[in-house]
């Protein structure tokens, strides 16, 4: 069964911008830390970007003053705005709690960053 449901990605020249989306099913609840994590081919899954109940966010360093990680509590999502995008962006997002739950995962969104 899905718990989060991830949308918003896409093909993007270097630069460009994109914002993702992340639904989370009833069964979660807005107090979790909630995080997008990413999977680039052939790479491990990595977190991203983390936000808590009350909104205090944390960045990888290869994201960070470029990424910024929003929630709404009351309708239980998680956004992802990523701008100034490089090559090096293009992977699978997903979004889960903080430690992540397997049972959580969603199929992604594929972001692609490319000329």
């Known amino acids: 069964q899905v718990q989060f449901v991830e949308s918003g990605g896409g093909l993007v020249q270097p630069g460009g911008s994109l914002r993702l989306s992340c639904a989370a099913s009833r069964s979660i609840s807005s107090i979790y830390t909630k995080a997008w994590y990413r999977q680039a081919p052939g790479k491990q899954r990595e977190l991203v970007a983390r936000i808590t109940s009350g909104g205090s966010t944390n960045y990888a360093d290869s994201v960070k003053g470029r990424f910024t990680i929003s929630r709404d509590n009351a309708k239980n999502t998680v956004h992802l705005q990523m701008n100034s995008l490089k090559p090096e962006d293009t992977a699978v997002y997903y979004c889960?709690?903080?430690?992540?739950?397997?049972?959580?995962w969603g199929q992604g969104t594929q972001v692609t960053v490319s000329s």
């Open positions: 889960n709690v903080v430690p992540s739950n397997g049972l959580y």
